[in-house]
């Protein structure tokens, strides 16, 4: 528990400092401010059955709110007008599952909200960030054992929404959204099911400013060049729910981007992995099957993109195993995929180094949080 704490702390601290990075001021003829924005909305949603194991736990209709506040970009930094001059801001949610056995969850998410249409009084958003959540009520062996959904306290948040804004006057709008959470701690603990929890939402924004904003077109000339990154990245996961120790996994990346456009970098390259939980599930059932104990160490070839936004990136990357010698049990039952993909952010903290925060998944099932430290030249 204190690892994940960490881990969630240090999140945290991650979108805090980029925020802090990129301030959002505006200066015209008479004033100093920041274009800032408040508002509040109800949510009433269900939750999606992941599987027959947890069917009973996705027949309610979680209900809760949320409250915002975000700062509208102006074109102080040139990503902002690359990207049509976005709304940074910070959200927290409260949902109540109306199921004893799920209980209630708090989160706190950072995001980042773009405009996909607009006329004089309407506008179209699409809003999208990570964060974390608290639930009051996860999974035990002796006190709640039905809840297979989440095993820890603290969780990670995948939040997405579809935002339509409707302007009453210069300071007051009504929006209405379509919203999809998901909640996971990526086999930090298990069990580990997840929860997916799409809500319809109905609220109202403030707005306490009435001047102009001048947005500022500053978009600034970049460079088609070659850069190389090596990274090592961290996780700490479970191979079985209640275990007394965890297992770790450890990584070594080796990468060659290139940038390709204002927004987009790709990379490819080469990665070594290191998993304690897949070694002692192979010797687990190799030994008992009295049968030579493969190798539980892996080699992959990864390509990827990074959408660039200043200092910060939104990573992609799909990976296939090369050498892989332990990917059956030894009733010829697949362990898992040979391809993976990769999901996350990625900070330019130096102009040598960064860190990155990804998810590392198999089609959507989550093999561990990676966290990461790089050097590029």
Do not use: C
């Amino acid at each position: 528990m204190k690892n994940l704490l960490l881990s969630i702390l240090l999140l945290g601290l991650f979108s805090i400092t980029y925020l802090q990075a990129q301030p959002l001021t505006k200066t015209n003829k008479s004033s100093r401010f920041v274009p800032k924005e408040f508002s509040v909305s109800a949510h009433y949603g269900s939750i999606i059955n992941n599987g027959e194991l947890v069917s009973h736990l996705s027949s309610s209709h979680p209900a809760g709110f949320e409250v915002t506040a975000s700062w509208l970009t102006t074109g102080k930094h040139g990503w902002e007008a690359a990207y049509g001059f976005p709304q940074i801001g910070l959200s927290l949610f409260y949902f109540d599952f109306r199921n004893p056995i799920l209980g209630e969850a708090w989160a706190l998410v950072p995001f980042m909200k773009w405009r996909l249409s607009e006329n004089r009084r309407s506008r179209l958003e699409f809003k999208l960030g990570p964060g974390i959540v608290y639930t009051n009520n996860p999974w035990t062996i002796h006190s709640n054992p039905k809840n297979l959904m989440f095993s820890s306290t603290f969780n990670n948040v995948m939040y997405m929404g579809l935002e339509y804004n409707y302007r009453i006057n210069s300071r007051i709008k009504l929006h209405t959204g379509l919203d999809l959470s998901h909640y996971s701690n990526a086999a930090y603990s298990l069990p580990n099911a997840s929860i997916n929890i799409p809500s319809l939402s109905l609220g109202v924004t403030y707005t306490p400013h009435t001047e102009h904003v001048v947005l500022k077109d500053s978009l600034a000339n970049y460079e088609k060049k070659w850069s190389f990154h090596a990274l090592v990245s961290g996780s700490i996961i479970e191979l079985d729910a209640n275990q007394a120790r965890k297992n770790h996994v450890v990584g070594v990346t080796a990468l060659a981007s290139k940038r390709v456009s204002r927004k987009s970098a790709l990379n490819f390259g080469v990665e070594y992995s290191h998993n304690t939980a897949l070694e002692k599930y192979a010797q687990r059932l190799y030994t008992n099957a009295q049968q030579p104990v493969p190798d539980f160490r892996r080699v992959a070839i990864v390509a990827g993109h990074e959408l660039l936004a200043g200092r910060l990136a939104l990573v992609t990357q799909l990976g296939y195993y090369v050498y892989r010698p332990f990917n059956k049990e030894p009733d010829n039952t697949p362990v898992d995929m040979p391809i993976y993909q990769r999901y996350g952010m990625k900070y330019y903290f130096h102009k040598h180094f960064f860190g990155q925060y990804t998810f590392k998944t198999y089609l959507g099932v989550a093999e561990a949080i990676e966290w990461s430290l790089g050097y590029y030249f």
